[in-house]
C-alpha cells in the first residue's frame, strides 16, 4: 500500500512539473516587425533576436532608421527608442548569426526598407 501511494505521488508530481513548463515564445515573421523599436541588452526580454550582415544581399530586412515614430509604419522601418515600455518590439542584436532569428541590414534610403 505505501509503494503504490508512492508511485501515485511521484507520477502525479512529475505530470505536474513537466507540464508546467513555460512555452516558447513563437517565431514572429520579420515583416511584422517595424515601428517603436527597443534594443534590447538582455536575450532573455527580447521579442526577436536579429543579426546585423554587412552586405545588403544576405539580409532577410533592410532596415531603415526612422527619426519621427509617426513614420515607422510599414515593413523595415524601425523608429529606435529609449524606453523598453513604448516599444512595440524588443529586439536583441546577436553576435553569432546562429543565434538570430533574422539578419537585417541598414540602409540609408527608406525607399528601399522592407522584407526580402
Given at each position: ?48 533576436r536579429v543579426f ?35 516599444a512595440d518590439f ?27
Amino acid at each position: 500500500m505505501n509503494t503504490l501511494a508512492i508511485r501515485c505521488l511521484v507520477l502525479f508530481a512529475s505530470v505536474v512539473f513537466v507540464s508546467a513548463r513555460p512555452a516558447q515564445k513563437p517565431l514572429l515573421d520579420p515583416c511584422r516587425v517595424f515601428g517603436i523599436v527597443f534594443i534590447e541588452t538582455d536575450r532573455a526580454f527580447a521579442d526577436v533576436r536579429v543579426f546585423v550582415e554587412e552586405n545588403e544581399h544576405m539580409a532577410r530586412v533592410n532596415v531603415f532608421r526612422e527619426d519621427n515614430a509617426l513614420y515607422a509604419d510599414r515593413p523595415g522601418v524601425w523608429y529606435i527608442t529609449d524606453d523598453r515600455n513604448a516599444a512595440d518590439f524588443r529586439v536583441y542584436v546577436e553576435k553569432n548569426r546562429s543565434f538570430a532569428q533574422f539578419s537585417v541590414f541598414y540602409i540609408d534610403n527608406p525607399s528601399f526598407a522592407g522584407c526580402r
